[in-house]
């Protein structure tokens, strides 16, 4: 597609502060910069006082490296330099209780720098569920197939004349479709997943953001759903795309959201309280 010939190569290191298509944003710049994104809007779906929250609330620095499985499987899928990198896989069979585990995990920490370390086990897991995605024919295909990781929309919205921003797990730049990887404890419950995390207004945002870029509509939105718990010796792979009615569902739900962002600007008026009603007795 020639809509992609013109896309920047060059890494980006400032946050963006106009539309544009951007590759080789870092997660620091691309969430510290302006710009609308999907967290915002769930943020704002909740509570409107809960964005400027969002913005002021102090972070514990130290618990923001923990171990997230699921960014470590994403990056070895979609980003492996990244992988390589960021995260380290300890040595196996050294027990830390032991002189000769204290010694190979003493040479082990001695060349890390600043990477997230990974046990023997959890290094294994994530490999095992790296090698389930890649025995899936279709998803294969996805994650080796031409597209840009990671590449970030910021675009003007029409109607309420905000800045909004997405990064997208993976644009195959060959057909115009958006990939979304996600894990997920239990792939019989994912669909409940779209519903609590609101992936169908993620699926809305995202498509968006690229129309406006391009000009015209991705030819797809997939969800490529990976299971961290075992199934049968495996861990379950799938792909899902939303149907129509959901995707409207979303949009609309986009739109909404987007419009009480404009009020709350407009007026500068944060409304934080929620309505919480209680969950029926059991007799």
């Known amino acids: 597609m020639g809509i992609f010939e013109e896309a920047p190569q060059a890494p980006v290191i400032d946050a963006p502060d106009r539309p544009g298509y951007y590759l080789g944003l870092s997660n620091e710049a691309y969430h510290s910069g302006p710009g609308i994104s999907k967290s915002q809007l769930d943020l704002v779906n909740r509570s409107p006082a809960l964005l400027q929250w969002s913005k002021n609330a102090p972070e514990d620095d130290e618990n923001k490296s923990a171990l997230n499985v699921g960014d470590a499987v994403h ?6 330099d990244r992988f390589r990198d960021e995260f380290a896989i300890g ?3 050294a027990p830390r209780n032991t002189n000769a585990g204290k010694e190979k995990w003493a040479e082990f920490e001695s060349k890390l720098d600043g990477q997230v370390v990974l046990t023997a086990e959890e290094g294994r897991k994530i490999e095992l569920i790296y090698g389930s995605v890649m ?5 294969r ?3 080796e197939a031409k597209g840009d990781p990671e590449a970030s929309i910021y675009w003007t919205d029409p109607e309420t004349g905000l800045l ?3 990064r997208l797990d993976k644009l195959l730049t060959d ?7 996600k894990t997920t404890a239990d792939m019989s419950k994912f669909k409940w997943s779209v519903r609590d995390y609101r992936y169908d207004v993620q699926d809305a945002f995202y498509s968006e953001g690229y129309t406006q870029h391009f000009g015209e509509r ?7 759903v990976v299971s961290t718990s075992i199934e049968c010796g495996c861990y379950p792979v799938r792909l899902f795309e939303l149907t129509p009615d959901s995707k409207q569902e979303g949009y609309q739900a986009m739109r909404n959201d987007m419009a009480v962002v404009a009020e709350c600007q407009r007026t500068g008026e944060w409304p934080g309280i929620e309505t919480l009603s209680m969950p029926t007795r059991a007799r």
Request: charge should be negative; charged fraction near 15%; aromatic fraction near 14%.
């Open 75 to 80: 990056a070895l899928l979609l980003e492996p």
């Open 164 to 166: 909004c921003r997405c």
């Open 135 to 139: 025995a899936h024919p279709h998803a």
């Open 175 to 181: 057909y115009g479709w958006i990939l979304d990887v």
């Open 218 to 224: 991705p030819q797809g939105f997939l969800f490529l």
């Open 141 to 143: 295909w996805l994650i």
């Open 91 to 93: 040595p196996k069979d």
